[in-house]
Nanobody, 121 residues
């Protein structure tokens, strides 16, 4: 079974920083693009940013550009979201997403269970 597990969420004051991690496990042959999404309270899930399989390409939502950075460690099968200058409107459940090829050559779109980030004003 392939799964993604996020960690690192919590309560932080406005202007603070936080790093989220997402670890992949299971019968994984390769992980292609990965991304972070978030769902603010009472709102729809939205894209935060994505990173290519090599880690050399990233794209971000306008709302987080210059404040958030996505990186990945393919050897560890992990992706990270560094968040700085956090604002109350960044409060959301953050989800990790990955395009995974299994050892059985199945192509899966996998989501983590989410981790809550709360930014206090």
């Amino acid at each position: 079974q392939v799964q993604l597990v996020e960690s690192g969420g919590g309560l932080v004051q406005a202007g603070g920083s936080l790093i989220l991690s997402c670890a992949a496990s299971g019968s994984i042959l390769s992980i292609n693009d990965m991304g972070w999404y978030r769902q603010p309270p009472g709102k729809q899930r939205e894209l935060v940013g994505r990173i290519t399989s090599s880690g050399r390409g990233t794209n971000y939502a306008d709302s987080v550009k210059g404040r958030f950075t996505i990186s990945r460690d393919n050897a560890k099968k992990q992706v990270y979201l560094q968040m700085s200058s956090l604002k109350p409107e960044d409060t959301a459940v953050y989800y990790c997403n990955g395009q995974v090829t299994t050892t059985g050559f199945r192509h899966l779109d996998i989501w983590g269970q989410g981790t809550l980030v709360t930014v206090s004003s």
